[in-house]
């Protein structure tokens, strides 16, 4: 793994090598805030939390991550660098790894320019701080899982867009199954412990679980595994795709 | 040495290289022929490690593939077929970023990807990013990338592609000057690269070795082996008479030249052509005789 920091480098600053890093970037702030400060109401709620800042990074993380994930490996496929990469020195999990920390790390930049809201909580009142710490951890530990999925949907195809539309409709399902409305749904036809099962595959409810300040071992597991699996399938993907 | 033993590859319904064998000894300049299509980039793919064997088996200077693939992949320098390269980063940062891998840290990292810098003159593009760079630029940046660690194996898919004759010129020398210890594979559907290059040739169609020989002797397996060209002042009816030579096989004529080839084994064809001006009266503008036609016995071999 000695070669992975060296990838992650590359990687990382090729982000920033383009404009687009900083236009994203600049999007992510402005939708983010819209959806605090007019959708969700911010002042109007009276309280000093991020509440309704963090109850919107589901949704947030549904279009950008995989705006960012898309071009993971599908880019690397189409434009054949893929072959380079793999044929030096390094492992093929050395270069999903090293690729997935990147953009990872990108999307934590992302977010810790979202800082001055914390700090203009602080002014306007007393929140609890502690909460906020562990939100933005859940929020950025569930962006790696929504990205290692997207990881594994660039690697099947050459094109961004399908990479694209395929990570959303992935990372929408893994979103939608933990919906009171939808578990209303499977429950009338599935055995209970089926509905848990699928309950527990939701971002969401780990997601809330964490940022309601309850920072429960299993939650952090569970987008640990999630990312796991997801970044183990990337490199089955790869290993299958390369054959042509 | 690079030993492949029976490898096969199969895609699918579609077998891309059919049990393929042969060996490269260290100071070999082996020219990969084949028409497109034939699997040539597949073999190289699989001598790289980038695609696995589906039977046979590699073995590069006794690394074994898959098993001992991160050993192997140290020795090989590999420009893939097109060059890729990430056309983001600039010409310095990608070198760099090479040698990084490859394990060159500081000095020693600037000096190699100065040294490839130069020999590739890729100084004046130095600083620009790959993607504005012209064809001939990207393939020396692939080329400067494959050669940063002074490779033991260096495995070349169409190097001189999209070069100038002037940049084809330079590259070959480069790589005749580097090949002394080494082991060179170039693919290649350029025919001229291989009498400029190659001390060996392998020719495969439909994934299979059709043909491994020197270019020498691929050349006199030509029909245009030891055939003459030849063009005559005031001459009349040449053609006829030249065609009743008796140690002519067979005779065309371009612009004002003919061009004979001789029996199988019949000698003195010149001698006959000189008579034959003599008792004519005719003289003798141009006479050459040919080494053989590459693109005239890839044919013969791959149609």
Known sequence: MNRLPIIFKRELSSYFATPLAYVFIVIFLIVSSIFTFNIGGFYETGQADLQVFFNFHPWLYLFFVPAIAMRLWSEELRSGTVELLLTLPIKLSEAVLGKFLAAWVFIGIA??????????????????????FTSYLGSWLMSGAFLAIGSCMSATTQNQVIAFILTISLCFVFIVTGFPMMLAVVSSWLPSSMVDLIASMSFLIHF????????????????????????????????????? | MIK?????????QFKAVDNLSFSVGAGEVLGFLGPNGAGKTTTMKMITGFLTPSSGSIELFGHSLPSDALQAKKMIGYLPEGAPAWGDMSVSGFL???????????????????????????????DRTIETLSKGFKRRVGLAQALIHDPQILILDEPTDGLDPNQKFKVRELIRNLSKDKVVIISTHILEEVDALCSRVIMIADGRLVCDASPAELEAQSDYHQAITVR??????????????????HLESAEGRFTLQPQ???????????QLAQRENWTIEELYIEKGRLDDVFRKLTA
Not at chain 1, 112 to 127: A, E, H, M, R, S
Not at chain 1, 208 to 235: C, E, H, K, Q, Y
Not at chain 2, 4 to 12: A, I, M, N, R
């Open chain 1, 111 to 132: 977010l810790l320019l979202t800082l001055p809201l914390w700090i203009t909580v602080n002014y306007l009142g007393d929140p609890d701080n502690g909460i906020i």
């Open chain 1, 208 to 244: 809330n679980a964490i940022s309601r300040g309850v920072l429960d071992f299993r939650d952090l597991l569970f987008f640990l595994i999630m990312m796991t699996g997801w970044l183990f399938a990337t490199a089955i993907v790869i290993e299958k795709k390369k054959a042509g």
């Open chain 2, 4 to 12: 492949l033993d029976q490898v096969s590859k199969q895609f699918d």
């Open chain 2, 96 to 126: 760099h970023f090479i040698a990084d891998l490859r394990g060159y840290k500081g000095v020693e990292g600037e000096q190699r990807v100065n040294h490839v810098v130069e020999a590739l003159e890729l100084k004046q593009v130095f």
């Open chain 2, 232 to 249: 005559f002042n005031h001459a009349t009816d040449p053609q006829t008479k030249l065609a009743e030579l008796s140690s002519v096989k």
């Open chain 2, 264 to 274: 199988p084994g019949a000698a003195g064809v010149v001698d006959d052509i000189k």
